[in-house]
């Protein structure tokens, strides 16, 4: 079945999925619809079912076969080195390669057979990708929704520049963001720029697909709560996303993005949160002495964010926001749904550049 067959289509809806790494969150955005009635989903993300498939090939002592497209690690990743780590063969067409490193030889080098073709005789074929919409499709079917024609889609994107490590990529392309201006709605895009490889493979799968990041989605997101919004248009606000794997924290003034820093979420407490929202707004997080200090990802600041305001109040969403729960913060609800704050902020975005006329 096509993924778009079943069902009433009417224009104007929009399927926006978050990926993350424990859940992929689904909303179908309905105009006219209240929030509350849409239809809304959070299963485990592609990441954790492609993880389960592969170690089940493990368990029945099979060669591994690699299809489809590059995707986020994680899960999957792991049980692929685990599948070869205990002695068993694993091929990989050159786009699902992708996913175990962007360098093909560091693949080659783990000792995948990197392919074209048919996969090897006798091995058992997994699928890659961060979206499954047939599957999606037919478990909607049977309730009479359709997929909607446009979708938008979040996914955390490390890129990829020959020499250059994940996470500095990742960060020259934020600060590259701050640097412009910050306008989170021009993240959504449906030509990721070319070193952000796995928004690419979103793309290619689903011609027409816009993606974005998915930490600026969950912040716009939370800005569709009513408190945090006025609280970001007046004096600012410290917004913060507290993942399954990641936490992403944005100074935002208005819809603007002026500092970022971004950690694994089990590296993070109440103390560590309060020290780097302290020094966010105090303009003193650098991203070298953030890496250095603390281990995390990284961090990215427009040096005049000090003439906007002063950041006084702190949100928090995502399903690890009870790390932070003792520090007085708002716990942001967008429409009444914390874990659908990405989704929300894809639609956000995606209709503020309809009714502003703009194209991608």
Same mark, same amino acid.
């Given at each position: 079945?096509?993924?778009?067959?079943?069902?009433? #289509?009417?224009?104007?809806?929009?399927? /926006?999925?978050?990926? =993350?790494?424990?859940?992929?969150?689904?909303?179908?955005?309905?105009? +006219?619809?209240?929030?509350?009635?849409?239809?809304?989903?959070?299963?485990?993300?592609?990441?954790?079912? @492609? +993880?389960?498939?592969?170690?089940?090939?493990? #368990?029945?002592?099979?060669? &591994?076969? *690699?299809?489809?497209?590059?995707?986020?690690? =994680?899960?999957?990743?792991?049980?692929?080195?685990?599948? *070869?780590?205990?002695?068993?063969?694993?091929?990989?067409?050159?786009?699902?390669?992708?996913?175990?490193?962007?360098?093909?030889?560091?693949?080659?080098? &783990?000792?995948?057979?990197?392919?074209?073709?048919?996969?090897?005789?006798?091995?058992?074929?997994?699928?890659?990708?961060?979206?499954? &919409?047939?599957? *999606?499709?037919? /478990?909607?079917?049977?309730?009479? @929704?359709?997929?909607?024609?446009?979708?938008?889609?979040? @996914?955390?994107?490390? =890129?990829?520049?020959? =020499?250059?490590?994940?996470?500095?990529?990742?960060? /020259?392309? &934020?600060?590259?963001?701050?640097?412009?201006?910050g306008a989170l709605d021009g993240l959504l895009s449906a030509e990721p720029a070319p070193e952000m490889t796995r928004m690419a493979a979103v793309t290619g799968a689903v011609p027409g697909a816009q993606v974005m990041d998915t930490g600026a989605a969950a912040v716009l997101g939370i800005l569709e709560d009513p408190r945090v919004r006025e609280a970001a248009d007046t004096g600012g606000a410290v917004l913060i996303n507290a993942g399954n794997m990641h936490t992403f924290a944005a100074l935002v003034h208005g819809r603007r993005v002026v500092g970022l820093f971004e950690h694994h979420t089990s590296g993070i407490s109440a103390g560590i949160v309060t020290e780097l929202v302290a020094r966010l707004r105090a303009g003193t997080l650098t991203n070298e002495a953030f890496r250095r200090e603390f281990d995390g990802h990284g961090a990215a600041l427009d040096p005049a964010y000090r003439s906007l305001g002063r950041f006084e109040t702190v949100a928090v969403t995502g399903p690890h926001r009870g790390i932070l729960r003792g520090l007085g913060y708002v716990e942001a609800a967008p429409h009444g749904d914390m874990m659908l704050a990405g989704p929300f902020g894809l639609v956000a975005a995606l209709r503020r550049r309809e009714r502003d006329g703009a194209g991608s």
């Open positions: 079945m096509n993924h778009r067959d079943a069902g009433e #289509r009417r224009p104007g809806r929009i399927l /926006a999925i978050d990926v =993350g790494a424990g859940t992929q969150d689904i909303l179908i955005y309905e105009p +006219g619809q209240t929030p509350e009635n849409l239809v809304k989903l959070v299963l485990p993300s592609r990441t954790r079912i @492609v +993880g389960r498939q592969v170690a089940a090939v493990t #368990r029945a002592g099979r060669p &591994l076969h *690699l299809d489809g497209t590059l995707m986020g690690g =994680g899960a999957s990743s792991d049980a692929i080195r685990a599948h *070869l780590a205990a002695g068993l063969p694993v091929s990989a067409t050159p786009s699902a390669a992708r996913t175990i490193h962007n360098d093909p030889d560091r693949v080659t080098g &783990l000792g995948v057979a990197v392919r074209d073709g048919e996969p090897p005789p006798g091995a058992e074929t997994v699928t890659l990708g961060d979206l499954d &919409l047939p599957a *999606l499709s037919a /478990a909607l079917a049977p309730f009479g @929704v359709a997929m909607p024609e446009t979708v938008a889609v979040a @996914v955390q994107d490390h =890129g990829y520049r020959p =020499g250059a490590g994940n996470n500095d990529v990742r960060f /020259a392309y &934020l600060q590259g963001i701050i640097d412009a201006g």
